[in-house]
């Protein structure tokens, strides 16, 4: 049972380090969208790339507010919140293990 229980400690702690890199994106590509890049920039491809798959759904369900984007500010929100729940209850159930 202590197998599973350091697993999900393990799980946790990667868990956290996406969480806060997924954030780190999303927080870049709203920077980006204030400067107005160079598109053909490889760097600025690879944030768009990497946050579009979080921001899109998003994105298509938000009523359109006038050209307001509030997708980064709610995939951040989300982030926070997993971050805040998910990963100390994985934390908790694996002391209760080991």
Same mark, same amino acid.
């Given at each position: 049972m202590f *197998? &599973? @229980?350091y697993f999900l400690q393990a799980l946790a702690g990667v868990l956290h380090v %996406? &969480? *806060?890199a997924a954030m780190l994106v999303v927080i870049a590509r709203a920077v980006l969208s204030w400067v107005s890049? /160079?598109?053909y920039n490889? =760097? %600025?491809r690879i944030i768009i790339q990497l946050s579009e798959p979080m921001l899109y759904p998003v994105r298509r369900r938000l009523p359109f507010l006038g @050209?307001? /984007?509030l997708s980064p500010m709610l995939v951040i929100l $989300? $982030?926070?919140f997993l971050d805040?729940?998910?990963v100390p209850s994985l934390?908790? =159930?694996a002391l209760h293990l080991l």
């Open positions: *197998m &599973l @229980g %996406v &969480l *806060m890049p /160079d598109p490889p =760097i %600025v @050209g307001l /984007d $989300a $982030a926070i805040n729940f998910l934390q908790r =159930i």
